[in-house]
């Protein structure tokens, strides 16, 4: 499974185990909070001064090497 920048937050969570580790790395130390569950990963990456981008890319490659 390929993920998108639209995808909300909770539902990256739920895709693979290793995305949480990921995107906390990235910064987004709020993952359990209820109200990021419903923002899109390019909201949070906005919100975080992340290049939203770079970080669906890296999560792409880490998903695919697992498949």
């Known amino acids: ?6 995808m909300l937050i909770g539902q990256l969570i739920q ?6 580790p990921i995107l906390m ?15 899109s990963l390019e909201e949070a990456c906005m919100v975080h001064g992340i290049d939203c981008d770079t970080l ?7 998903l695919a090497a697992k498949a």
């Open 15 to 20: 895709v693979d185990e290793s995305i949480p």
């Open 56 to 62: 669906v890319s890296q999560i792409n490659e880490i």
């Open 25 to 39: 790395r990235a910064g987004m130390h709020c993952l359990g909070c209820p109200a990021s569950q419903g923002e």
């Open 1 to 6: 499974m390929q993920i998108s920048k639209d």
